[in-house]
């Protein structure tokens, strides 16, 4: 029977109706979750329709085993986000035959032995990028790359270190598109590593590595020795009993430097490395491969190379009767009977991971690639597979902590809220050790079970001590899934299920949401321009159990509040002194050290903090994390980088409804050196580039008395912003020539025909206060202009800036000049026909 399928307005509208009129809602169902195939068609109308397919193929697997879970009862536990939440790539792949993918949210790879060598660095961002384009986020560590400076049997003769990889791996990450979104990665380090500050710095330079996150393995002997000013040893390799290299450090300085970066930056997050390493159930297996060396983008997930994990979260606030009253109680009978469900739901979508590699597998031994090409990713995939069975991790985490604790009239982040809430935690970890037991006795236990191996393990001590016959029965029967439980980022699932994220507090009860525009839209207004460029509006949204709040108070929904009265309602209500900007830091670190004891893997949590944080502050609290539990930490201090969500109050940088970048430029500017060919003659552009974007542009002719010649191997330099001794601004271009030396050229503005240079500067204005480069592309191409030679410019402004242009960007109107398809997109400059292959540059 062939499928219906729908229109995007159609899904939207009926999704709007889902969601109770949540527009912001409804768009992130239909554009990440909705049933589509890979020409964007859509088969399903709501996610009603979505939660029916999940259930199916759920229940289909749930034949295989003894006392199956229906369909239906799936249902009641799906619907509405109201209980059990399938988190991303199972919420979008189980069921979905249109699409070749993995169920898997993370992975981590990596490689021993030849991991060192160009080969084995090469092999790691192949199979990243073959993890990838599958959908799922991938980490890896470079602990095993050495030290810059030390020798190497190549041409090279001594290695180039950590920070050129990183590069390399982030760039791949970027150039690998998943359904709209780029790639996910983390690249992590061990602080024992010689380069691991270089590693520290290497995001602060502006424009690299953003393909990823980068996160520090720190070990207890560094953060003793950071407390206390002691040094510290680095060596190479780091694990080794007769290192290579040795290098001894101040540990001080080294802290203060991932102190100082997080603050300014958010980066690096730190891993408390043998915190994990000693609480990890898998790592009592590290001899059969489950040694864990890295985490996944988000830091929740240590895994060890080759295994893979899907998340899942349980809505905590539905689990509340009566929110926001007097008689609001916790329904802890109906929360542990779902979790036992949502472990047992959990392993059968690990079933459904198999089938799904089976596929991938089938696919690329049909693919028309030759063997030598394909090998690499079907043993990337053979090994996937294997650990993932081997294993049978599981990944059940929770969301909406914050509106669960405010529905129980419990302040986030006092003592009595950070008691509960453990409560909860450990409540979960019972009960779903005791399903991962049940499935043991009904399915058997993961292969490699050895109860004598995990007898010290601190977390499974801690299970022993609250359920002893639960120990019992596990030493007896063995357990189903080697670790179960993680708190990992739920930002659209929580869109969703309309509640808080993860075990965060609400962001804020009442706030304004930026929303990306198209700023030559004439109906838009554009509330914000960040530093890329990209506009928005801005508009005021209430959180939705605020609203419920209020409706239990008596209070009138209405939109015409003004901040006082909003600021009023806030006060009385169970969010106030509770957001993530009021909230005690010091005692959100504490709770989530108490969560931690009842997660085997780990939490992704962020401290917000305001902007004029000190350093000092932020230094704490990382060291409380490490003395408290917590397996890492991240920070984010408000203005660190862009973000989408702002206060609802009023901000006094703004001129009408616009926001604007300030435009002040730096006295140098890196440039791009672009040549191209108009007709018969030669013409050269200079690109200043600001972030890696640009900037600014100069362009003329390249070889006749009235243009400007440079060395025909020069494609880089400087543009320099100089003053004359008459108070005359200009700009010279610097390079290096062949010997070494620096070379100006003054007065690029005087080397160009002067009407150029008058166009030049607008286009220059337009860049710098960023609009896109598409949109440059589009004032350019529309400019009427009666001078040929103009004409012949503007040309030449338009090739120099297509090679800005993101990849993936569409040509909007333009046809393909073979198939006639409006399917053309720009790829490295040039225009890519995604229907035919054909190629056009220039």
Same mark, same amino acid.
């Given at each position: ?65 003894? *006392? ?137 330079a502006e424009g690299k590595v953003t393909g990823a996150n980068v996160s520090v393995k720190i070990s207890d002997d560094f953060m003793k020795a950071a407390v206390s000013g002691e040094p510290f040893l680095q060596q190479y390799p780091v694990n ?125 031994? /049909? ?150 525009? *198209? ?39 209405? *939109? ?192 160009? *025909? ?26 350019? /191409? ?61």
């Open positions: 029977m062939e499928q219906k399928i729908y229109t995007y307005d159609e899904a939207f509208e009926s999704s709007l109706k889902y969601f109770d009129g949540d527009e912001l809602a409804a768009r992130v169902w239909v554009n990440k979750y909705a049933l589509k195939d890979s020409f964007g068609h859509i088969y399903e109308l709501n996610p009603g329709d979505m939660h029916r397919r999940l259930a199916k193929e759920i229940a289909r697997i749930e034949e295989k085993y003894k *006392n199956p879970l229906s369909e239906e009862k799936l249902m009641s536990l799906f619907e509405n986000f109201q209980y059990v939440v399938p988190q991303g790539s199972p919420m979008s792949g189980i069921g979905n035959n249109f699409q070749i993918g993995s169920l898997s949210n993370c992975f981590v790879i990596g490689m021993d032995g030849s991991a060192d060598s160009y080969g084995g660095i090469i092999k790691i961002d192949e199979e990243q990028v073959q993890l990838m384009k599958r959908r799922g986020g991938v980490g890896h560590d470079l602990s095993h790359i050495r030290p810059k400076g030390t020798p190497v049997k190549n041409s090279a003769l001594t290695s180039t270190g950590l920070v050129p990889f990183m590069e390399r791996y982030s760039n791949s990450t970027r150039e690998v598109a998943q359904d709209g979104r780029r790639g996910a990665l983390m690249l992590s380090v061990s602080i024992k590593h010689p380069d691991s500050e270089a590693f520290i710095d290497a995001k602060m080794a009993k007769n290192p290579k290299v040795t290098k001894s450090v101040d540990a001080q300085k080294i802290w203060k430097k991932i102190v100082h970066n997080a603050w300014k930056s958010a980066e690096p997050g730190v891993l408390f490395w043998d915190t994990i390493i000693r609480e990890s159930l898998p790592d009592c297996y590290d001899d059969l491969g489950f040694r864990t060396v890295s985490t996944n983008p988000c830091g929740e997930i240590p895994l060890c190379p080759y295994d893979s994990c899907r998340l899942l979260a349980i809505n905590l606030y539905s689990y509340v009767v009566k929110p926001f009253t007097k008689d609001a109680y916790f329904d802890f009978d109906l929360f542990r009977e779902h979790v036992i469900l949502a472990q047992r739901i959990m392993d059968d979508i690990i079933d459904l991971e198999m089938e799904k590699i089976d596929k991938i597998l089938e696919k690329i031994g /049909s693919d028309p690639e030759i063997e030598e090409v394909k090998q690499t990713e079907r043993y990337l995939w053979e090994k996937i597979r294997t650990k993932t069975l081997m294993g049978r991790r599981t990944g059940v985490g929770t969301t909406a902590e914050g509106d669960m604790l405010a529905a129980l009239g419990l302040q986030y982040g006092t003592e009595k809220a950070s008691d509960f809430s453990e409560f909860v935690h450990k409540s979960l970890a019972l009960a779903a050790y005791r399903s991962s037991v049940e499935m043991a006795k009904e399915r058997g236990a993961f292969e490699i079970y050895d109860a004598a191996r995990e007898k010290n393990n601190p977390f499974m001590l801690r299970i022993k001590e609250a359920d002893p016959q639960l120990y019992e029965d596990m030493v007896k029967y063995g357990r189903r899934n080697i670790a179960c439980l993680t708190i990992a980022p739920t930002g659209t699932t929580s869109l969703m299920t309309q509640t808080t994220s993860g075990i965060e507090p609400v962001f804020m009860p009442v706030y304004r949401r930026r929303r990306k525009v *198209n700023p030559n839209d004439p109906k838009v207004r554009v509330d914000f321009v960040d530093e890329s460029g990209d506009a928005f509006e801005e508009y005021v949204v209430f959180h939705h159990k605020f609203v419920t709040w209020m409706k239990t108070q008596g209070y009138e929904i209405k *939109n015409n509040y003004t901040q006082d009265e909003i600021d009023e309602l806030v006060s009385k209500s169970p969010y106030y002194k509770a957001t993530s900007n009021d909230v005690d830091w010091m005692q959100k670190v504490k709770m989530q050290g108490r969560v931690q004891k009842w997660v085997d893997h780990s939490i992704s949590v962020t401290i917000n903090l305001p902007s004029d944080v000190t350093e000092e502050l932020v230094g704490k609290l990382y060291v409380e994390a490490w003395k408290c539990g917590c397996k890492g930490c991240t920070v984010y201090r408000d203005g660190s980088r862009s973000g989408v969500l702002i206060s609802a109050k009023s901000d006094d940088k703004k001129d009408g409804n616009i926001v604007h970048i300030d435009p002040k430029r730096p006295t140098e500017l890196e440039a791009d050196v672009v040549r191209f060919q108009n007709n018969k003659e030669k013409w050269i552009a200079f690109i200043g580039l600001k972030d890696g974007n640009p900037y600014e542009i100069f362009t003329g002719l390249a070889d006749d008395e009235d243009g400007i010649l440079i060395p025909k191997n020069i494609v880089k330099g400087k543009i320099i912003k100089a003053v004359d001794e008459d108070g005359n601004k200009r700009y010279d271009f610097q390079f290096i020539n062949k010997r070494g030396y620096k070379t100006t050229i003054e007065g690029l503005s005087d080397k160009f *025909n002067p009407e150029y240079w008058n166009y030049a500067k607008l286009i220059s204005g337009v860049l710098r206060y960023g609009m896109p480069i598409d949109q440059v592309l589009k004032l350019v /191409s529309g400019l009427e202009l009666d001078s040929q030679s103009i004409n012949t410019w503007k040309n030449g402004v338009e090739r120099a800036l297509k090679k800005y242009l993101p990849n993936g960007t569409k040509a909007s109107g333009q046809k393909c000049p073979n198939c006639g398809q409006e399917t053309l997109i720009y790829q490295e400059g040039c225009l890519i026909c995604t229907s035919c292959g054909t190629s056009k540059c220039g």
